[in-house]
């Protein structure tokens, strides 16, 4: 039985940077107070496991790929490979040693008090805390007097392969958190995650590396040439992507856990059914195929809700929960899965709990979530880089769009005179009855910088003809912008 009781007027569960933009921008300049419960560490999935730490794996190898593109520095460089320990010391130093003082003390001076723990939801605005793990025995119980935001985020989810789980594969927190190197890795998935890890590890040395791809196309979500792009550079770096293939068993030689990072036991042999049929061994198995909500355990039924998904409205409060008190943001409600649409969503989030608790109205765009209906940016940090806003050409389509398309090759003083093999493509979605962007991909030797523009065309719905009057910088990789649109008068 709960043993105290304490009320704020916003409680956060999920200390990730979608939880803590909600809880920050809810309070402040007020008096309101704000806690964020976290049963792990505080910056979440993001700031340790995932893109902080995949980032700094990646980025080392794109320097070095591009010292050795360039005469003058080719030279000095040579055949050089990257220094693993100093690879591995760097992404530390970026995930702070998963020590998470510093963000406690961002918490602190945002007037947010920080609370260890995992939370059960037990009613409208309360719930109760248990310092161990969910089912634990409650130690107090906490009452919001304004609102409860979800943000739990999601996990990695396991495929029901047979002897697969029980093989301790790596997932994505050990792919990133990487102690050692295994010479020979399968991964399973065709997605970011498995793209970008293959990316990083065959940098790092390893030695054979096999995608195994249920699908047709890596990044299948993407405009298809941009997964076409990604798997011929993983293939010209050694890899081996087998589409239509997907693992029908698994087993493994003395299996242990032996920390996150480290390989986890004995050889693997995987057994794949489909259009690339065999066994293949490796020394770790990578599950990089999909993620679900972290909600198991939170009492989503107290409130009338099912585990899984948490769909909201645009002011982000839950569908089907009664008394605008219940929120969610980040990727357990759905909408968006990346973390700038995450914090984004929580600052909007905040502004609507905060106009609420002071009875103003929900005027101006800053109360609604727009951004994640069909405007979402993404970069995925391959070689080439994808970089991308808004609909492809099928999602164009498939919304009942007039659509127009150019599609050109990146080839401008800027992108020769930053490397002597830059190469990449661009694609222009348009909405021919608006004459607006409808989305825009661009591929290619870092064009992750590209895609803010595109954002802003997109989000503003700025006419086609008003973007001849946006003059990129000469000679920057930025003029793609004008060949696009000559490739359309034409």
């Not at 999601?154 to 050990?174: F, K, M, N, Q, Y």
């Not at 399968?186 to 970011?192: E, L, S, T």
């Not at 609507?352 to 940090?381: K, W, Y």
């Amino acid at each position: 039985m709960a043993t105290s009781t304490e009320d704020y007027d916003v409680i956060v569960i999920g200390g990730g940077p979608a939880g803590e933009n909600a809880a920050a921008y809810a309070i402040a300049g007020s008096n309101r107070t704000a806690a964020i419960i976290e049963h792990e560490l505080l910056g979440g999935e993001c700031s340790y496991w995932a893109c902080m730490p995949s980032k700094a794996l990646l980025r080392p190898a794109g320097v070095l790929a591009a010292a050795q593109a360039m005469p003058g520095v080719r030279e000095t460089v040579g055949d050089a490979t990257l220094d693993r320990h100093a690879v591995f010391a760097r992404r530390d130093e970026f995930t702070s040693h998963h020590d998470d003082s510093g963000q406690r003390r961002w918490a602190a001076s945002a007037g947010i008090e920080v609370i260890h723990g995992s939370a059960t939801l037990t009613g409208e605005r309360s719930l109760e805390l248990s310092t161990g793990g969910h089912g634990d025995p409650p130690t107090r119980t906490l009452r919001a007097r304004h609102a409860v935001v979800i943000a739990t985020g999601t996990v990695a989810s396991v495929p029901p392969v047979p002897g697969l789980r029980e093989a301790l594969p790596w997932i994505s927190r050990d792919a990133t958190n990487l102690r050692e190197v295994p010479e020979r890795v399968a991964i399973i998935g065709g997605g970011v995650v498995a793209s970008e890890c293959a990316t990083w590890l065959l940098a790092l040395g390893v030695r054979e590396l096999t995608l195994i791809v249920r699908g047709s196309a890596l990044l299948a979500s993407a405009e298809p040439f941009a997964g076409e792009l990604v798997a011929e550079s993983l293939r010209a770096s050694g890899a081996t992507v087998l589409f239509g293939t997907s693992p029908s068993a698994v087993r493994r030689e003395q299996p242990r856990d032996t920390g996150v990072g480290r390989i986890h036991g004995g050889p693997v042999t995987i057994t794949l059914e489909g259009r690339e049929p065999g066994e293949i061994t490796v020394d770790e198995v990578i599950v990089a195929a999909g993620r679900h909500a972290a909600t198991s355990g939170l009492g989503l039924a107290a409130v009338g809700l099912r585990d899984g998904r948490v769909p909201t409205d645009d002011h982000l409060a839950v569908e089907g929960v009664p008394g605008e008190w219940l929120y969610a943001v980040g990727d357990v409600n759905g909408r968006a899965a990346l973390t700038h649409m995450g914090k984004y969503q929580g600052r909007v989030c905040g502004d609507v709990i905060s106009a609420r608790a002071e009875g103003r109205a929900l005027d101006g765009a800053r109360f609604t979530a727009s951004a994640d209906h069909a405007q979402v940016p993404q970069v995925v940090f391959t070689s080439p880089e994808v970089a991308s806003v808004g609909r492809t050409e099928r999602a164009a389509r498939a919304d009942g769009i007039d659509t127009e398309t150019v599609e050109i090759d990146i080839a401008v003083a800027g992108s020769s005179l930053a490397r002597d093999d830059f190469a990449g493509r661009a694609k222009l979605v348009i909405d021919r009855g608006s004459d607006t962007l409808a989305g825009a991909t661009f591929v290619g030797t870092e064009v992750a910088e590209l895609v803010h523009a595109a954002t802003v065309a997109v989000v503003g719905a700025v006419p086609m003809e008003s973007l001849w009057h946006a003059v990129p910088s000469y000679p920057t990789v930025s003029e793609v912008w004008l060949r696009l649109l000559e490739a359309r008068r034409a």
